[in-house]
């Protein structure tokens, strides 16, 4: 039983400084608005999943499923985002990122202190010029609080230094209005990034150029990539089917079905794509392409209680690490990765986290099994002789 724990803990550490590491890349991504609303969603769901600590065997290997498929999607999430920030320096906007915290926590504590005064104002206003939000959106001078218990606030009151920011470069946001910069003129529109690459060339006053005319979707490379070619609600959005299968998305992953405004993979979609004619993964199955000949072990007790997902010689076989953790032996007999076209016990922390570790006392994997320690320990003398 303690070894039972004792694996038990360590498994919970390492799942958690996982679940870290992937906590800091979701803390990198762009805002919500500049990721695919589907996208955006799973994600929040499986965030909010993962926040809940697991408190047995089977409730870690169901977080450590759920946090493989995290980790694929943000994997998309920051493939999408990379092409979005091809104007700005990656490096650069990282360190903004960080520095924003910081930025904001100076502003609320000069706040609870009242600070009212000429000095106080000129020592907050080089804080917001020398800080993030200045290069970024034009937001380098201070507005003091008004009253006890307001915080002073970076704002935008100059056009020159919303001309020199970001935001103008990337959505035509040039002008100072109302204490932040926004996209008044379609000179400034043209200009930017929104523009050549998702057809936003069109100044209507809103913090970002909308996109007004359908030439300039069709034209946007957003289009040919994503779908998004149709002007719904001043942006280029997936408007049809035929949107999505015009699109890379639908040449190279099957997804060529309209779904809300986004391209996703239904029906026959994946006999379009290339998975299709260059490796056989020509069937939809859960929002990707698969091979058509595995949809019946895919679909199968044999794939849920033994990760055996695919076709092989006449049988249903494993060949995915990810469908092992995610079937019942896994929990039930540490029986999580795929060899030789089943799934088998690999890893001590596997068996120290199964239900056979603290039911049976088989706590250590050897031979594809798991086995008490104490074999384990012959098991290796025996074979170092």
């Known amino acids: 039983m303690s070894a039972y724990r004792d694996g038990l803990r360590t498994a919970l550490d390492l799942h958690e400084e996982r679940l870290r590491r992937a906590a800091a890349r979701a803390a990198a991504l762009p805002?919500?608005?500049?990721?695919?609303?589907?996208?955006t969603a799973e994600l929040a769901a499986l965030h909010a999943r993962l926040a809940a600590t697991p408190s047995d065997a089977a409730e870690l290997a169901q977080a450590e499923a759920a946090l493989e498929h995290y980790e694929r999607l943000l994997d998309e999430a920051h493939a999408l985002a990379a092409q979005r920030r091809a104007a700005v320096a990656m490096g650069a906007a990282a360190r903004r990122r960080r520095r924003l915290w910081a930025?904001?926590?100076?502003?609320?504590?000069?706040?609870?202190?009242?600070?009212?005064?000429?000095?106080?104002?000129?020592?907050?206003?080089?804080?917001?010029?020398n800080g993030l939000l200045c290069p970024w959106d034009g937001r380098c001078d201070a507005r003091p609080a008004e009253g006890w218990g307001e915080s002073p606030a970076c704002v935008a009151t100059s056009d020159a230094d919303c001309r020199a920011s970001d935001v103008c470069a990337m959505v035509g946001a040039c002008s100072a209005v109302n204490d932040r910069c926004v996209a008044t003129k379609d000179e400034d529109c043209l200009r930017s990034t929104g523009c050549a690459k998702d057809g936003a060339c069109t100044a209507l006053g809103r913090?970002?150029?909308?996109?007004?005319?359908?030439?300039?979707?069709?034209?946007?490379?957003?289009?040919?990539?994503?779908g998004r070619c149709t002007v719904a609600d001043h942006a280029c959005r997936v408007g049809s089917d035929e949107d999505c299968q015009g699109s890379d998305l639908c040449r190279d992953r099957g997804a060529c079905s309209q779904k809300g405004s986004e391209c996703v993979v239904l029906g026959d979609d994946c006999a379009r794509s290339l998975p299709c004619k260059e490796r056989g993964l020509c069937a939809a199955f859960e929002g990707g392409c698969v091979d058509p000949r595995d949809l019946a072990c895919l679909r199968s007790m044999g794939c849920t209680d033994a990760g055996l997902c695919a076709q092989g010689e006449g049988r249903c076989v494993a060949r995915s690490d990810a469908r092992c953790r995610m079937s019942t032996h896994c929990v039930r007999s540490g029986l999580c990765k795929a060899e030789a076209g089943r799934c088998v016990a690999a890893l001590d922390v596997d068996c120290r986290v199964s239900e056979a570790c603290w039911r049976e006392g088989l706590c250590a994997a050897a031979g594809g099994k798991c086995v008490p320690e104490a074999i384990q320990n012959r098991l290796f003398t025996s074979g170092s002789r």
């Open 207 to 226: 913090d970002s150029c909308s996109a007004t005319e359908p030439a300039r979707c069709r034209a946007a490379p957003a289009c040919r990539a994503f």
């Open 31 to 39: 805002p919500a608005g500049e990721l695919p609303e589907v996208l």
């Open 103 to 129: 930025a904001a926590a100076l502003l609320a504590l000069a706040g609870a202190w009242g600070v009212r005064t000429l000095e106080a104002r000129e020592k907050l206003a080089a804080q917001c010029r």
